[in-house]
């Protein structure tokens, strides 16, 4: 708090993360004399920087990007590009934090970083889109590499972005490597990237609700957003069994009690990058309510918040559980508030944090780093296959880890407990660097 008082979203995920490791510090009295906690809220690195373009009217614009290189210990540095207005440095420093967690629970490679700018991509053209990324990646590519740090998308960051940002790279290095994941299939990208994180969150989701006896089938789903995690989680869902009849944009959000047509969605998403509204003009029947934080409002069994942090606050979590949700699984990074997590762990809803729930995209990077390495491509199925085994751990490990310290059943310190435990480890392991 006396360094970081300034920065409310990274202060919120430490706290979450510190009260889980009460248990563990108290079996552990080694971690505090490592100072393991103290080195590990502290980021290795954070960087900077200005980002100057040229918009289409010839007018330089000037924005902030940044790239915080959060922990090492277990891999490269590996995490998300975000491009938002709303993006400053207690954000870029948050999802930082949690992705050196969640890194850690998919059981690869892969230290933790994040990085991103205030641009906002909404109403740029694809020229504006294309200048930004160049300078962006004007400044960054001096602190990344394929052993160093290999940034990938986030919100508004997709296949475009990263093809420019890609393009930028191999033009200033004059060398073709994997230093981005999410790229395009002809340039080194991985089958199923696209759809990791949504089906990833699924995967996990699906293991909740057999733990309960219980299946997809048939139960009705609503899913905020309507970006990458969103779509994909929809569809994998809907592949389950379940009717998704709610999704939404920073909008508002639409209601169809038909099952949402996922087709519709990606034409208006991803082909022609329109408003979530503009489905209602198209599907009889389906209706769109202005505002995206009434969604929560549509009865449903399962909640999967898959659009951004504190979407879903405390009393949005209680007409949730009123409404009779059983489960709740976050498929963006902290979309829930910490009164909306207690709210869920109080009332018996069984509850999947993001860094457990939405590792899958991640993982499959970590896959796409593989493949890249042996220069070779796998199958949809066989990254799909080896997704599905990676969720299934993640979840067994954070189940166990819950249990082993006293918390049966609540996912949030397991995840927390298992993730921290190996990455503090292999930091001891290393020593300490003064
Ligand atoms: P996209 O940019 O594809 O989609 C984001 C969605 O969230 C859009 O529907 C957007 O609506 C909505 N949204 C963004 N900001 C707000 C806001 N302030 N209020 C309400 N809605 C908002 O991003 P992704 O789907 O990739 O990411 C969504 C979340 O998932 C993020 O938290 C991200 O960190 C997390 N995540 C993503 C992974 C991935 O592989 N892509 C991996 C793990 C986590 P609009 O169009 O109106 O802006």
């Not at 991985?190 to 995967?203: D, M, N, P, Q, V």
Request: glycine share 12%; with cysteine; hydrophobic share 40%.
């Amino acid at each position: 708090v006396r360094r970081d008082g300034n920065e409310p979203e990274f202060l919120q995920a430490v706290r979450e993360v510190l009260e889980s490791l009460e248990p563990v510090v108290a079996k552990r009295p080694d971690l505090e004399r490592y100072g393991i906690v103290e080195r590990m809220v502290e980021p290795e690195r954070m960087i900077t920087f200005r980002v100057s373009w040229v918009d289409d009217a010839g007018k330089v614009q000037v924005n902030r990007g940044w790239r915080v290189q959060y922990n090492s210990a277990v891999g490269p540095y590996k995490g998300g590009l975000r491009l938002h207005p709303s993006v400053n440095a207690s954000i870029i420093k948050f999802l930082g934090f949690e992705q050196t967690f969640k890194n850690s629970l998919t059981g690869l490679p892969m230290g933790g970083a994040k990085g991103g700018s205030d641009f906002d991509p909404k109403g740029k053209s694809d020229m504006e889109v294309m200048r930004f990324c160049q300078s962006f990646m004007t400044e960054l590519y001096r602190h990344i590499g394929e052993n160093t740090d290999v940034p990938a998308g986030d919100i508004g960051v997709g296949a475009r972005e990263i093809g420019y940002l890609f393009g930028q790279y191999k033009r200033l290095r004059n060398d073709f490597v994997g230093v981005l994941t999410g790229k395009g299939l002809t340039y080194g990208g991985s089958l199923a990237r696209k759809e990791a994180t949504g089906y990833g969150l699924c995967y996990f989701v699906n293991e909740m609700l057999k733990s309960k006896g219980t299946s997809f089938e048939g139960k009705r789903v609503v899913v905020s957003g309507s970006g990458n995690v969103a779509i994909y989680a929809n569809e994998k869902a809907s592949q389950f069994g379940a009717k998704v009849v709610a999704m939404s944009d920073s909008n508002g959000y639409i209601v169809d009690e038909n099952g949402i047509d996922l087709a519709v969605v990606k034409q208006i998403k991803e082909v022609e990058r329109g408003r979530i509204k503009e489905y209602a003009e198209r599907v009889k029947g389906a209706k769109y309510v202005e505002g995206c934080a009434g969604i929560w409002s549509v009865p449903c069994d399962i909640a999967l918040p898959c659009a951004t942090q504190n979407e879903l606050d405390g009393d949005a979590a209680k007409t949730l559980v009123k409404n009779g949700c059983k489960f709740v699984a976050e498929g963006a990074n902290m979309p829930s508030t910490p009164e909306a997590v207690e709210t869920f762990l109080s009332s018996g809803v069984y509850f999947g944090p993001a860094k457990a729930a939405n590792a899958g995209g991640v993982a499959t990077s970590g896959l796409e780093m593989s493949q890249n390495s042996l220069r070779l491509s796998w199958t949809f199925e066989e990254v799909d296959e080896k997704l599905h085994g990676i969720m299934v751990n993640i979840y067994e490990n954070a189940s166990k880890a819950a249990k082993d310290y006293g918390c049966e059943g609540n996912l949030v310190a397991g995840a927390n407990i298992a993730g921290f435990l190996k990455v503090a480890d292999t930091m001891i392991a290393q020593g300490v660097a003064y």
